[in-house]
C-alpha cells in the first residue's frame, strides 16, 4: 500500500510540474486569413491578440470570423500540446485529458 501511495503521490508531482510548465508554454496562432493573431499559453489563457490588417477595412462579419477561427486553432493547439505533455509523463495518449 505504501508503494501506492508513493507512486500517487510521484504522479501528482509530475501533474504539478505538467501544469507549471503549460502555464509557461506560449505560442502563436493566426486566422486562416491572417487577419487576426492570438497568442496563449497551453493552458488556455489567451496573452494577447493582434490584428494583422487594419481594422478600417475590415467589415464586422469578416472580423468576427476571424477572431472565431483564431480562437478555435489556438484552443486546438492548446489540447495538442498538453496531450503531448501527458504523453510525456504517462507515456501513453489519453485523448480528451486536457
Not at 510540474?17 to 505560442?27: A, G, H, I, V
Not at 494583422?52 to 477572431?67: G, S
Amino acid at each position: 500500500m505504501f508503494d501506492k501511495m508513493k507512486q500517487l503521490m510521484e504522479m501528482q508531482k509530475k501533474m504539478q510540474e505538467m501544469k507549471k510548465e503549460l502555464d509557461n508554454t506560449n505560442f502563436e496562432v493566426a486566422s486562416s486569413d491572417g487577419t487576426i493573431k492570438i497568442t496563449m499559453n497551453g493552458s488556455q489563457e489567451v496573452k494577447e491578440v493582434a490584428l494583422q490588417k487594419d481594422p478600417q477595412t475590415l467589415e464586422k462579419v469578416q472580423l468576427e470570423k476571424a477572431i472565431k477561427d483564431a480562437y478555435n486553432r489556438a484552443i486546438k493547439r492548446s489540447h495538442d500540446i498538453a496531450a503531448e505533455k501527458m504523453k510525456q509523463i504517462t507515456g501513453f495518449n489519453l485523448p480528451g485529458m486536457m
